[in-house]
């Protein structure tokens, strides 16, 4: 779900720093980043994530943002998946 809404939906942001690997094999990245995953790591990423949704990209973010909350509010009252959620 992440990565549709991050590379498809382009909704959110992908904090790189906030994934665990036991294999440090896998801490380096498809676009080369550097898992540290230390607290320093993820509070530098968490400061430059707030300052891109607080700039041009989160402008261009909310309008897609309020598309796909529709679509999912219609598709839950709509769909199958609220009425599944219904009979529960």
Partial sequence: IAS???????????LKQCKTFH??????????????GTEEAIKGEMK???ERMRGTEGEDMRPRIKEVK???RES?????????????
Avoid: C, Q
């Avoid at 294999?23 to 540290?36: C, H, I, Q, S």
């Avoid at 839950?76 to 599944?84: C, E, F, I, V």
């Fill in 76 to 88: 839950l009252a709509n769909g199958r998946a609220g009425r599944d959620m219904a009979k529960l």
């Fill in 48 to 50: 430059e994530a707030w």
């Fill in 23 to 36: 294999d440090p094999a896998f801490r380096t990245l498809y676009d080369g980043t550097e898992v540290a």
């Fill in 70 to 72: 529709s679509r999912m």
């Fill in 4 to 14: 549709l809404l991050t590379d498809v939906l382009h909704v959110g942001i992908d």
